[in-house]
């Protein structure tokens, strides 16, 4: 008799456009923790998941959301690992922010690069995604803190 736990199956991803506006971080937050129940993804790694989505969503408002154009938010969840994806069609490359910057551009993305276990910016015609990963699965998640 075997056991072990089968390998999670694939969630339906979850995705929706946001117009550019204060509102959207708050809902964009709030469709991503909806998505989080769903799947059984609780405790401080939701928390961790929401916060990333909140700083990748006010992230693409303030600097990638050019006027009249909004953000797409892209959730999927498989084999163990939840991905994270806004994409905007705005200019520029983000870049994290370090403590010496004079300002407060970038440390956003220090918070999404210490919560996620890895991110990324990729190109996009118009625009970019910006992405995080999270594994959700107590192995994988054991293994990162290491």
Known sequence: MNHETPPPT????RERFYRR??????AARAFAAG??????????????????VSELATNALLHGVP????????LSHTGGVLRVEVHD????????GGAEDADESGR??????ALSD????????????????????????AAASL
């Open 10 to 13: 694939p969630q339906t991803p």
């Open 21 to 26: 506006e204060r509102q959207s971080v708050p």
């Open 35 to 52: 998505a989080l129940v769903d799947w059984g993804i609780d405790g401080e790694r939701a928390d961790d998941v929401t916060l990333c």
């Open 67 to 74: 006027p009249g154009r909004g953000f797409r938010l892209h």
């Open 89 to 96: 069609s705005g200019g520029g490359w983000p870049r994290c």
């Open 108 to 113: 956003g993305l220090l918070l999404v690069a």
């Open 118 to 141: 890895k991110w990324g910016v990729t190109e996009r015609d118009p625009g970019k995604v910006v992405w995080a990963e999270f594994g959700t699965r107590t192995e994988t998640v």
